[in-house]
């Protein structure tokens, strides 16, 4: 019983590390006011069009 509720703990601990990595991201990209689909979009495109630039969680510089 105790290694079941250890094991269930470290789960429970990696699906909130995959919840934290996706508000980093959410709280990135929102403020600088761009989409967060094609955030998640453009990765997958470009596995298939190695053209495609993948996006980046650095703000990009004021003109």
């Known amino acids: 019983m105790i290694k079941g509720r250890l094991s269930g703990g470290s789960a429970f601990m ?11 991201v959410i709280k990135t990209y929102h403020p600088q006011g761009l989409s967060l ?6 990765p997958i495109k470009g596995m298939v ?13 004021s003109t």
Do not use: C, K, V
């Not at 990696?14 to 980093?24: G, I, P, R, Y």
């Not at 689909?37 to 453009?42: L, P």
């Open 49 to 61: 069009n190695s053209t495609l630039q993948t996006p980046s969680l650095i703000p990009l510089a």
């Open 37 to 42: 689909i094609e955030f998640f979009d453009q």
């Open 14 to 24: 990696e699906l909130f590390q995959h919840t934290a990595n996706l508000l980093t």
